[in-house]
């Protein structure tokens, strides 16, 4: 029999994983380390396990309006996105908060072994690949969870398809992608961050993959290292296929939001990166948290782009 995962602190008890018991997990087991219990009950009745309230039937849609008009609290959010968007400066002031997850792309590598790996796991433990994916899940709560009780999530469009093939065989059954997503988080936040600003991010893309610096710290050392520095070197062509890309990624995601019936909270770069503060406390103020908390939080990451930039802007700009 399924059983959900119960998160158990102040002000917050509720589902965070609905899924089958692992082997010598039982009802009342806890995981190591692990801030919660299992509760033992029917599949039917996640509806009502997370709203706390109505019939174990009533519709998803009809589940999503009670909880925005009665102000049932989130328990994660995900912040869809593509890369060179700011997500890593979102995700830093969210975790820095101390309340909000640790929020970063738990799901990253779209491939089973690439999850494992992520989450330090072996396949070899596993006598299927459900139980291997179950555990990733439950690995990847644990991480972004943190020490809160909130769970954040940093999704890649590029990453997105091959997750939801691998939640449907944890929460199996007819019903949409978000739904799906709830019965396995609980009420979730959807965040979309983008980068309207096409050109500059494809040269960030660019520039990124050359010289193998991804982020620096706000203090300018490294903090993220992908390849052994490289000048950088001027490319049209890589710049266009890169603005290409970054589009149909963004395109997907819109198409998603509108094939769920989603309304994101919008969130763009430019905002982000001109006044993280206000964009951090809108978000923490979305998810029913104190807005005020983010005064106090420094921005943990500086920006790359510089003259160099610049000038690789002007130039594509005068030769198109």
Request: net charge positive.
């Given at each position: 029999m399924a059983v959900p995962f119960f998160c158990r602190s102040p002000g917050r008890v509720g589902p965070?994983?609905?899924?089958?018991?692992?082997?010598?997990?039982?009802?009342?087991?806890?995981?190591?380390?692990a801030r919660f219990r299992h509760l033992r009950a029917?599949?039917?009745d996640v509806a009502s396990l997370l709203t706390g309230r109505g019939p174990a039937?009533?519709?998803?849609?009809?589940?999503r309006s009670d909880r925005a008009m009665t102000g049932k609290p989130f328990r994660s959010y995900i912040i869809c996105t593509v890369p060179r968007s700011g997500s890593?400066?979102?995700?830093?002031?969210?975790?820095?908060?101390?309340?909000?997850g640790d929020p970063?792309?738990?799901f990253h590598a779209p491939s089973l072994e690439g999850w494992l790996t992520d989450h330090d796991l072996k396949r070899a433990d596993f006598a299927s690949d459900r139980d291997a994916v179950r555990?990733?899940?439950?690995?990847a709560l644990m991480r972004g969870r943190g020490d809160t009780t909130m769970f954040g999530l940093r999704m890649q469009r590029g990453s997105f398809d091959f997750f939801m093939e691998q939640l449907k065989l944890l929460v199996p059954g007819e019903m949409s992608d978000a739904e799906r997503i709830e019965a396995a988080f609980g009420p979730t936040l959807f965040i979309h961050l983008?980068?309207?600003?096409?050109?500059?991010?494809?040269?960030?893309?660019?520039?990124?993959?050359?010289?193998g610096l991804w982020h620096r710290n706000a203090d300018g050392s490294e903090l993220e290292r992908l390849a052994p520095p490289q000048e950088p070197r001027y490319d049209a062509a890589a710049i266009r296929r890169h603005m290409a890309a970054q589009e149909a990624l963004d395109a997907a995601w819109e198409g998603w939001f509108r094939q769920e019936g989603l309304n994101p909270l919008r969130i763009t770069y430019d905002a982000l990166s001109t006044g993280p503060q206000q964009v951090l406390a809108q978000v923490l103020s979305a998810l029913d948290f104190d807005p005020a908390q983010?005064?106090?939080?420094?921005p943990p990451t500086a920006k790359l782009a510089d003259a160099l930039s610049r000038e690789w802007r002007c130039r594509f700009e005068s030769e198109t």
């Open positions: 965070i994983l609905w899924l089958p018991p692992l082997p010598g997990l039982g009802a009342g087991a806890a995981l190591p380390g029917p599949r039917a039937d009533m519709t998803w849609q009809r589940f890593t400066l979102l995700c830093g002031l969210l975790a820095t908060t101390g309340v909000a970063d792309s738990h555990a990733v899940f439950e690995a983008s980068r309207p600003d096409r050109l500059d991010q494809a040269i960030s893309r660019l520039r990124a993959e050359q010289t983010a005064r106090s939080v420094v």
